[in-house]
């Protein structure tokens, strides 16, 4: 009975381990020469590449962004390009990146067109189109070499994101408002922005001493989709690039000046929304 124990527990593991070996073959990633240069580094964490969120659900500033990618099969200990590997790319975001305290499965992650396919003699290429969501993809490359090995996995990182936003800090004559609990670090802008709500502020406490401003929404760490409710969808339309922020209504005796103070600070639209003015450069 031991003996035949042990030569069905051989068998098992036989049948078993040709399916689990890998050889000695690996699979990269890099830019294929279509993609756009200069792209910025997140500020949160380092990425291997990065793209600007898309803009799909709003007629402001309607974009579709897209990162091409060029995907080989190479020989981990000489570095010879393997032609004609079977490549399949999986990917999720991470949870909670991008300035999104909440997470669902729900939640967009763009997609890879293709997301399969044969490496051939020039390599795979593929094309990853952002989602309106900011935050950060983990991708997965699996497959096998042309003699139906397995390959050694590879993962990467995309992050998605409008690079050179800048948290503005707590100032004497203005409150930081509209923090969440999906939120909770909303006040993000470009460094014009920023210096243009500061100024705002002091002219504006200039005129009327002991009447700070309230800032509420901004953008979010990385810019992309503000999802006010958790949703990861509208009602926000903009708040994506660090360029809006929202004012808490003044007095109503001194509105008629604010604005006047607003417009010669260098912010070029008000727009009356519920119990703020939504301002934009």
Known sequence: MF???LLLIFMAVALVAPAMAQNNVGIKVQLNQSAPSGQAPLQSANTDFT????????????TVQTLPLTIFCFDVFTGAIINNCNVTITHQPEAFSGGHNHDSPS???GQFQPSSGSTGTS?????????EVSGIIDVTLTGTDP??????????TIGVQIGGLISLPPGTNYSLVGQTANHGDNHYGNATMNATLVNLANA??????????????MSLVTGGLFDI????????????????ADLRFPPVSQRRRARQLIYASGISLIIIEGDHWHLRQ
Do not use: E, M, Q
């Not at 390599?123 to 989602?131: E, H, Q, R, W």
């Not at 409710?229 to 809006?244: A, I, L, M, Q, T």
């Open 107 to 109: 939640r967009p992650k």
């Open 229 to 244: 409710s958790g949703g990861w969808s509208k009602p926000h339309v903009s708040h994506r690039f660090g360029n809006d």
């Open 3 to 5: 003996v035949r124990r």
């Open 123 to 131: 390599g795979l290429n593929t094309t990853y189109t952002s989602p």
């Open 147 to 156: 003699n139906g090995n397995v390959l050694i996995p590879a993962t990467f």
């Open 204 to 217: 504006y406490v200039a005129v009327f001493p002991g009447n700070p401003l309230a800032y509420n929404d």
């Open 51 to 62: 793209v600007p969120p898309s803009v799909t659900s709003s007629k402001l500033n309607p």
